[in-house]
């Protein structure tokens, strides 16, 4: 059965710490990583990762995918209080076939 | 551009009741995919849609089904619902091909 696991399950920092996010995956045919954060209800999309080793920048975000050992880091640094929200982190299996397998989430609240 | 739509915003039903749910996609996406989101989890997979046909079922009862329509929307429907059904359901769309969906808003349902 595909699984998607992520710790930790709740993080409480300050502003303008640094925090990193993991995802460990264990999925058929795997082809992509994808990170979401969710704030209310959609969840809105951050990054696909497909290439191990390169890492994806946005802004103060961060990713990077390890194939080999099947995880990836999601990085934020200089954290805001607008960075509080759930991140999902996702992975997909082969080229045309889209149903994504799901972790649990991190809580990230930013205590200002 | 519109994002992906979706009605109602919040739905209440009782036990036995059928509902239907509705989504439409991105402008040029053909591909829709359903996930069922209960409150401390992550999105699971339901179904997937490519030119109105399935592509994809993930595990889950034959009282769900879905359908899409000429113009990519979609709807998904549940028969005979039951307290556990209470979800955030969250429909994405995606062109055919690649793994990065884009969520609607979600149709919040309670079952009393």
């Known amino acids: 059965e595909d699984k998607v696991v992520q710790s930790p399950l709740s993080l409480v920092v300050h502003e303008g710490d640094t925090v990193t996010l993991n995802c460990s995956y264990e999925v058929t045919n795997f082809r992509s990583l994808l990170w979401y954060k969710q704030e209310k209800k959609a969840p809105t999309f951050l990054f696909m990762l497909t290439s191990s080793g390169i890492e994806k920048k946005s802004g103060r975000l961060s990713s990077i995918l390890d194939k080999k050992e099947l995880f990836s880091i999601l990085n934020i640094t200089a954290t805001q209080t607008g960075d509080s929200a759930i991140y999902l982190c996702a992975a997909g299996p082969n080229f045309g076939n889209e149903k994504l397998t799901f972790g649990t989430g991190t809580r990230l609240t930013i205590i200002p | 551009d519109a994002g992906v739509t979706q009605s109602p915003t919040h739905l209440i039903k009782t036990r036995g009741q059928h509902v239907t749910l509705r989504c439409s996609p991105i402008s040029g996406h053909k591909s829709v995919s359903w996930y069922q989101q209960v409150l401390g989890q992550g999105p699971q997979f339901i179904f997937q849609?490519?030119?109105?046909?399935?592509?994809g079922r993930g595990n889950f009862p034959d009282r769900f089904s879905a359908r899409q329509f000429p113009n990519y929307s979609s709807e998904l429907n549940v028969n005979a619902l039951l307290l556990g059904d209470s979800a955030l359901y969250l429909c994405a769309s995606s062109s055919w091909g690649t793994d990065t969906q884009y969520f609607g808003p979600g149709t919040r349902l309670t079952v009393l």
């Open positions: 849609y490519y030119e109105k046909e399935e592509r």
